[in-house]
């Protein structure tokens, strides 16, 4: 069964910093991983989606990379501002989770001004 | 249409009370998600339709709940009988395939449900 585990589970950096939030998950078979975005209290933003065939995926400040033979993936802004302050999530569809996403509890983000 | 849609956005009811949500995919998904989610923890799956039909229930999906999406477009997710443990913040991703295979998920904003 495909467990995603995501540490730390709560970080805070000063404003300006390069940061890494890590994701890993214990069964390789996947389809995809997706970063997510949550702020309090409000839905989920995709951020990046990574496919099994991918390595990276860039968008602005965030770029997630993915090593599926360690089961392992992480998304890392650059210069990080206040506003970067929100829950990343990290989920991935296992090729025998029939399409359900299946999720981190979140690494808690807090940039500091 | 801008997204997925989702109503009410908070609702807080009694124990023991039916409470009903609905929500409105992207108009030309075909895939339609429900998911739990507590304070602290990442979503969990509840069911997924593709256009009218239920085609997975999570074994969390007790038979107090009961989600339909009639017309394979908005989805309805009720719950009999409320109880506290199912405080928590209902969300609903829709999605359809991509040119290059993949299912994209998107989601709503979410309902909040409080039972007191």
């Known amino acids: 069964k495909q467990e995603v585990t995501q540490i730390p589970a709560a970080l805070s950096v000063p404003e300006g910093e390069n940061l890494v939030l890590n994701c890993s998950f214990t069964?390789?078979?996947?389809?995809?991983l997706q970063w997510f975005r949550q702020d309090p209290g409000k839905g989920l933003t995709s951020l990046l989606l990574?496919?099994?065939s991918q390595r990276e995926q860039t968008s602005g400040r965030l770029n997630a990379s993915l090593d599926k033979s360690s089961g392992r993936s992480t998304l890392y802004i650059a210069a990080s501002q206040p506003g970067d302050s929100a829950t990343y999530l990290c989920?991935?569809?296992?090729?025998?989770?029939?399409?359900?996403?299946?999720w981190g509890a979140g690494t808690k983000l807090i940039i500091k001004p | 249409d801008t997204g997925v849609s989702q109503d009410p956005r908070h609702k807080i009811t009694k124990r023991g009370q039916n409470v009903t949500f609905r929500c409105d995919p992207i108009?030309?998904?075909?895939?339609l998600y429900w998911y739990r989610q507590t304070l602290g923890q990442g979503p969990e799956f509840l069911t997924y339709?593709?256009?009218?039909?239920?085609?997975?229930k999570s074994r969390l999906l007790s038979d107090r709940f009961s989600a339909e999406r009639p017309k394979g477009s908005f989805s309805t997710l009720e719950i009999q009988r409320t109880e506290q443990g199912d405080s928590a913040m209902y969300l609903c991703?829709?999605?359809?395939?991509?040119?290059?295979?993949?299912?994209?998920?998107?989601f709503g904003p979410g309902t909040r449900l409080t039972v007191t």
């Open positions: 108009s030309e998904h075909n895939r």
């Open positions: 991703a829709s999605s359809s395939l991509r040119t290059d295979g993949i299912y994209e998920q998107y």
């Open positions: 069964d390789s078979a996947i389809y995809n």
């Open positions: 989920a991935v569809i296992s090729l025998d989770s029939n399409y359900q996403l299946i």
């Open positions: 990574i496919q099994s």
């Open positions: 339709f593709q256009n009218e039909a239920q085609l997975e």
